[in-house]
């Protein structure tokens, strides 16, 4: 399995997937810089987290216009995976590869904690890994991850089993004090109608080993390259 991992300037987040890539995959995946015209033929593309272009204008807005970006919209329309996560995530949703809008946080404040999410389904090549209801524990590290999107969308996205992943407390109970940004339904990560793409504002890839204070989101990389190799 090949996979790239896209950089941005203000891109922070690249070597833990890069880390976690390689753990699963056992090679390294490559790091493409986000002023290239073109990815090499890969079979998974990650968007990292951070802070594009310093979230200047709103995050991933200018990150969605980096000539890069052109290319993965045209291989994800042929097929290929996306990931992203955090600021990767608002840049899918900038370019129009995901529906909604990540906003401000509900109380306007930075949350850095570990959150638990329920996994919606593990019909993916995401989330094979995981079970249908499953709660699993990753860290958030965000300002803007209140995830909105109009009720005929959301609608949309609960028919097509679109949201892949809800903020929950640890019984799997979706109510406000487990959400903590304040997105709508409690919505944590939604993929594309294919579900070849997923974004999601958690950070799988920094709960993969012991050290890290846990391995729930080791499940995630392990059950994509099972699926891609």
């Not at 609960?158 to 940004?181: H, K, T, V, W």
């Not at 990560?189 to 080993?209: C, D, R, S």
Request: contains cysteine; negative net charge; aromatic residues 6%.
């Amino acid at each position: 399995m090949k996979a790239a991992v896209i950089v941005f300037p203000g891109t922070n987040r690249e070597q833990d997937m890069v880390d976690a890539l390689s753990a699963c995959m056992g090679n390294d995946p490559i790091l493409v810089w986000h002023g290239d015209p073109t990815v090499p033929d890969v079979d998974l593309i990650v968007l990292p987290g951070g802070f594009s272009y310093g979230d200047y204008l709103r995050s991933g807005a200018m990150a969605a216009r980096s000539p890069v970006m052109r290319d993965i919209i045209a291989k994800s329309e042929k097929g290929v995976p996306v990931l992203g996560v955090c600021n990767g995530f608002q840049i899918l949703t900038e370019t129009g590869m995901l529906p909604g809008a990540l906003m401000r946080n509900a109380d306007l404040k930075f949350v850095c904690k570990d959150v638990r999410l329920k996994v919606e389904t593990s019909q993916s090549l995401f989330a094979g890994g995981y079970q249908a209801g499953q709660v699993i524990r990753v860290p958030v590290a965000h300002h803007d991850g209140n995830y909105f999107a109009d009720e005929e969308t959301l609608d949309r996205l609960e028919d097509r089993g679109q949201i892949a992943f809800r903020y929950c407390d640890e019984d799997g109970g979706l109510n406000r004090d487990a959400n903590p940004n304040g997105s709508i339904r409690n919505i944590a990560g939604i993929y594309n109608e294919a579900k070849t793409v997923l974004g999601m504002m958690p950070h799988p890839e920094n709960m993969i080993e012991s050290a890290q204070g846990g391995t729930d989101g080791l499940a995630l990389f392990s059950g994509m390259v099972e699926a891609l190799s």
